[in-house]
């Protein structure tokens, strides 16, 4: 924990005078204020109050350090789902409103994902860029979980979906919305677009991203990672049981 301890040093205080973990009114009511009385991760109105650093390892009762979050989002951020980095930037950048919060529901017996051509089947993480994994899938009990990131040119999270709950920006025009289906665009920059739907007895995922500035580009015939021209080019192939099916190392690199 001491690479936490120094990054949130300014929310904790180990020798802190709070015997407590009742919040005082006036903390919950300046949070919930603040946040709009709405999940600041997905703008449910709905909410419990989040210590962003834990209250059992210093985390303070303070309105820096709370967060309003919806009780779906809150169980996903203490199983690691969501990432406190991006916790910490939604408590200056959260305004009213501003995602819509949605579902994918999947028949369950299609466990099979198709991204620009390539299949996977039973692979955890189906594209990792630099480390970070963009398109992810389990199976529990029968049933498949997909978890998405989608990110804009200055490296914003635009799109986020974790085991098939999701939330985009209200500035997102939804072109299709219906069980099976998801579609969205950017109003103000079409180059943003995402598509996940189910065609017969598979999931096919479709759109337009970047990350670290590097544009990633699916349509359904391959998957295109680098600027145009300079392009990683992938098409067509299929992964099975394995833990990781495209990993992109840079630029001019990946395996698959």
């Not at 990054?7 to 949070?31: C, G, H, M, W």
């Amino acid at each position: 924990m001491g690479n936490k301890n120094n990054r949130f040093s300014d929310l904790t205080n180990f020798k802190r005078n709070e015997k407590s973990r009742y919040i005082p009114v006036a903390v919950q009511r300046e949070v919930s204020t603040r946040h709009f009385f709405e999940c600041a991760w997905d703008s449910t109105p709905i909410t419990h109050q989040h210590h962003i650093f834990e209250y059992a390892q210093g985390g303070l009762h303070t309105p820096e350090n709370l967060i309003l979050l919806c009780p779906n989002c809150h169980d996903q951020v203490h199983k690691g789902e969501i990432p406190i980095d991006e916790l910490i930037k939604r408590k200056s950048t959260h305004m009213r409103g501003d995602r819509f919060p949605g579902l994918l529901l999947t028949n369950t017996e299609n466990h099979l994902i198709r991204i620009g051509g390539s299949s996977f089947l039973n692979v955890q993480d189906a594209l990792i860029v630099l480390d970070e994994p963009m398109i992810s899938l389990r199976i529990e009990n029968g049933r498949l979980f997909l978890s998405v990131r989608f990110y804009n040119k200055k490296g914003d999270l635009i799109f986020w979906m974790s085991r098939n709950r999701y939330w985009a920006p209200s500035s997102f025009r939804i072109l299709t919305s219906r069980p099976g289906e998801i579609r969205i665009i950017d109003r103000a920059d079409t180059d943003h677009y995402l598509r996940i739907w189910e065609n017969g007895k598979s999931i096919c995922i479709t759109g337009n991203s970047y990350f670290k500035g590097i544009p990633i580009k699916i349509d359904e015939r391959k998957i295109a990672i680098g600027p145009e021209g300079e392009a990683n080019i992938i098409v067509g192939g299929g992964v099975i049981n394995r833990p990781f099916g495209i990993v992109v190392h840079a630029l001019n690199g990946f395996r698959h």
